[in-house]
C-alpha cells in the first residue's frame, strides 16, 4: 500500500472546526488507496503557553521536566483527530511519541532521533489501521524519559517518518500555501515558489524562515525525502504548494531565490582588545563553552594604542548571537577578564538589530550579488553593521527598525516578485 506523511501544524489543528477540516483532508488520501501517518502539532498557542508555565514555575527548569510539560500539546491533538477521523469511519489511533517508539538523544529541549522502529505501527496498519495519528515534536530518550526536538519540530517529526517509512511524500500543511521568495506576512510583493533546492530551503530556515524548522530539511535531504509545503486551509490536489527537492529539478536560474530575516538577533563589542596571536580563541573559547551560538564576527584594523592599559597594538571586536544568550555571553567574557585571560576597555551590547539575508544557488554563477545588495540598502539610507557570505548566501546586520524596509529594497532589486 503505498504511503503518505501529512503533517499539520498548530493553526491548522487550532480548534475543533480545523481539525475536522484536517481530518477530511487525511480522509481524501485514503479514499486516494494510501495509508497515511499523520503528524501533529500542538494547537496555535500552546506550546507557547506551557513554556511559559515552565518559566513562571522554575526559572532554572530541569530540562526533563519542560519537555515533560511542553510535549504535552502534541497529546491532546493526536487523540482529538484520531476521534475526529474514527467519527469520520476511518479507522484511525493515536501514537505518543514514546509508544512508536521514537527513539532520541538525551538532549532536552533539542533532542535528535536515535531510530524509529516500524513493527507497531506496521503491524496496525497489516490489521486494518488507515491511518497512524502521532504526536509530533516529541520522542523518548535512551534513559526512559520524554524529550522534545527544539521549537517547530512536528516537521523534523514528519520527514523522519516519511525516511523510516518509505512515504511518497512528506506533505507539510500550514497557514500559508507554499514557500514564498520571503515571508509574505513582511512583503506582499512576496511570491509563491513552485520549487526550491534542498540548499536553499536549509539556508532560509537557518537563516530565519520558520516556514520549517532547519533540520526537516537537513533530513529531507540526506533521504531524499519528497517534501512539499502547502496549505490547509484551501483545497489542494498533487500541483499544490511548493516542493522542495533536488537542485537538477529545478530549471530556474536566478541569483537570488529568496530572503529570510531574524529578528532574535544581538550584537556585542568588545573595545580595544589586544591585537595578538590568539585573542580570537580566547575570546570564542569560553563563549563556546558557554553554549553561545556566535553567529556573524567581525574584528576591525588594528590600531596603535600609547595608553597606559596596553603596549601593543589593540582593536576592537563585534560579533552577533541569538538575542536570548546575551546574557550567558556577557558573564562569559566578563568572567575570562576577571581570570585574566582577556582584556576590553569595554563591552557593548546592542540587542536593536536584525539580520536580513539573501539565498540563492544562483549565486554560484552570478557575479556581483554582493554589490547589487548593498547598493539597494544604501539607497535606502540603511546602515550595514556586520556582514557575512557564504557559497549560496549573504546576510548583514542592521538596525531592526529598518528590517522590513530592507527586505522590501532586496525584494525589489533582485526581482523576486516576477518569476
Ligand atoms: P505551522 O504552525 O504550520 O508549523 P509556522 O508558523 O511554523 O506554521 O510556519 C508558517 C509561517 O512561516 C507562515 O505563516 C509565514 O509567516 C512564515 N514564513 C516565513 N518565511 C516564509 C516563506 N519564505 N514562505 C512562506 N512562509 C514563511
Ligand atoms: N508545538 C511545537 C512548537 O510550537 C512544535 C511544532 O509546532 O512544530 O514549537
Ligand atoms: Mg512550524
Known amino acids: 500500500m503505498p504511503l503518505l506523511v501529512m503533517k499539520f501544524g498548530g493553526t491548522s489543528v487550532g480548534d475543533l472546526d480545523r481539525i475536522a477540516n484536517a481530518a477530511a483532508k487525511v480522509k481524501r488520501e485514503v479514499e486516494r488507496g494510501y495509508d497515511v501517518i499523520v503528524i501533529v502539532s500542538a494547537m496555535s498557542g500552546k506550546t507557547n503557553e506551557l513554556v511559559g508555565w515552565v518559566e513562571k ?33 476511518v479507522p484511525a489511533r493515536s501514537w505518543q511519541g514514546w509508544q512508536v517508539p521514537i527513539n532520541t538523544t538525551s538532549a532536552h529541549g533539542s533532542a535528535r532521533f536515535l531510530s524509529i522502529p516500524r513493527a507497531n505501527i506496521d503491524q496496525k496498519f497489516a490489521e486494518g489501521m488507515k491511518v497512524a495519528v502521532v504526536a509530533g515534536f516529541q520522542g523518548l530518550s535512551p534513559e526512559g524519559r520524554i524529550t522534545t526536538l527544539g521549537r517547530g519540530g512536528s516537521d523534523t517529526t514528519a520527514v523522519a517518518f516519511a525516511a523510516a517509512f518509505e512515504a511518497e511524500r512528506c506533505d507539510i500543511y500550514t497557514d500559508v500555501d507554499g514557500i514564498y521568495t520571503t515571508d509574505p ?36 535531504m540526506r533521504y531524499n525525502v519528497r517534501l512539499r509545503v502547502l496549505s490547509s486551509f484551501e483545497d489542494t490536489d498533487e500541483t499544490s504548494g511548493t516542493l522542495v527537492c ?80 546575551v546574557a550567558r555571553a556577557e558573564k562569559a567574557l566578563e568572567d575570562a577578564r576577571a581570570a585574566g585571560k582577556i582584556r576590553y576597555d569595554e563591552l557593548i551590547i546592542d540587542t536593536d538589530v536584525a539580520k536580513v539575508s539573501v539565498v540563492g544557488i544562483g549565486m554560484r554563477s552570478h557575479a556581483g550579488v554582493a554589490a547589487k545588495m548593498f547598493n539597494a540598502l544604501a539607497a535606502e539610507n540603511i546602515n550595514i553593521k556586520v556582514i557575512t557570505t557564504s557559497e549560496i548566501k549573504i546576510s548583514v546586520l542592521i538596525d531592526r527598525k529598518y528590517m522590513e524596509l530592507a527586505v522590501q529594497a532586496l525584494h525589489d532589486a533582485f526581482g523576486l516578485d516576477k518569476a
Open 57 to 89: 514555575t522554575s526559572p532554572l527548569y530541569d530540562a526533563r521536566e519542560y519537555d515533560a510539560v511542553v510535549s504535552s500539546g502534541e497529546n491532546i491533538t493526536a487523540g482529538l483527530m484520531a476521534l475526529r477521523l474514527q467519527e469520520m469511519d
Open 185 to 220: 506576512r513582511v512583503s506582499s510583493k512576496a511570491r509563491k515558489l513552485d520549487k526550491i533546492a534542498f540548499e536553499e530551503m536549509l539556508e532560509l530556515a537557518s537563516l530565519g524562515a520558520k516556514v520549517l524548522q532547519t533540520r526537516s530539511v537537513e533530513l529531507a
Open 246 to 325: 533536488a537542485e537538477e529539478e529545478i530549471m530556474e536560474s536566478k541569483a537570488v531565490s529568496g530572503i529570510a530575516f531574524s529578528r532574535e538577533e544581538a550584537k556585542i563589542t568588545l573595545f580595544t582588545i589586544e591585537d595578538r596571536p590568539g585573542i580570537a580563541t580566547a575570546i570564542f573559547g569560553p563563549l563556546a563553552e558557554a553554549g553561545v551560538n556566535v553567529d556573524m564576527i567581525v574584528q576591525n584594523i588594528s590600531e596603535k594604542d600609547y595608553d597606559e592599559h596596553h603596549t601593543g597594538a589593540v582593536t576592537d571586536m563585534t560579533f552577533s548571537c541569538p538575542i536570548n544568550q
